[in-house]
């Protein structure tokens, strides 16, 4: 089951906040967040594995809502060196550690 | 350490031709993932495999096979290559079960144009 994030696209300016959205259908084990350049290959962010877990790093940071069944992504004073599009991958209980993506979240910052 | 080495990063077929995509990882994990990108869209799972041995099909098996004779190393077998399977392929691996806090490591993909 492929999650669906929101918003497909944001502009952001220099130093600006955004946050992107993740939501699965079905209960959730846990939510990956991968970002990737253009030509690049997906670079990992941060593996969110229990309901309510915080994580984050500097400036980025997520949360796992599990009765809710989605995460969000927190971008905090935005660089330009933010700019890419942004994966969540989801992973159902028992699934072997299958890791489904979804459709991904274009992300550009601008001076 | 290398990671995950892929290979061809290019490759251009001719349709009905046949192909391997080549993908090893020298971190002994134990879960590796065959993934196809197509321009502007997110990664669709092709094939997976939890150890040697042992394989399962992903959201887009069609068309692939693949096969895990040895940790390392986890084949992309494209038969009777087709238009539609022009995109870029991604091989990730994963240490596996009670490690499950690890991300996915990518290889750096295989760009495959089918003309």
């Known amino acids: 089951q492929q999650p669906v994030q929101s918003p497909q696209a944001v502009i952001l300016r220099e130093g600006e906040d955004a946050v992107i959205n993740c939501s699965s259908s079905?209960?959730?084990?846990?939510v990956h967040w991968y970002r990737q350049k253009h030509g690049e290959a997906p670079v990992f962010l941060m593996i969110?594995?229990?309901?309510?877990e915080q994580k984050g790093h500097e400036k980025i940071s997520a949360s796992f809502n599990e009765k809710k069944q989605q995460s969000s992504l927190y971008l905090t004073a935005s660089q330009l060196s933010y700019s890419g599009t942004y994966f969540c991958?989801?992973?159902?209980?028992?699934?072997?550690?299958?890791?489904?993506f979804g459709i991904g979240t274009k992300l550009q910052v601008i001076p | 350490n290398a990671g995950v080495t892929q290979t061809p990063k290019f490759r251009i077929l001719k349709i009905g031709q046949s192909m391997t995509l080549q993908c090893a990882q020298d971190?002994?994990?134990?879960?590796m993932y065959w993934y196809r990108q197509d321009p502007g869209m997110g990664l669709k799972l092709i094939y997976y495999?939890?150890?040697?041995?042992?394989?399962d099909k992903g959201e887009v098996p069609n068309g692939y096979n693949v096969s895990r004779s040895t940790t390392e190393d986890f084949p992309l077998r494209l038969e009777l290559a087709a238009p539609s399977q022009t995109s870029v392929y991604f091989c990730a691996s994963r240490p596996g079960q009670g490690r499950e806090n690890q991300p996915q490591h990518f290889g750096d993909g295989t760009r495959l144009s089918i003309l």
């Open positions: 495999s939890v150890g040697a041995g042992i394989t």
């Open positions: 971190m002994n994990h134990n879960y």
């Open positions: 991958g989801t992973e159902m209980p028992g699934g072997y550690q299958k890791v489904t």
């Open positions: 079905k209960a959730l084990y846990s």
């Open positions: 969110l594995l229990k309901g309510g």
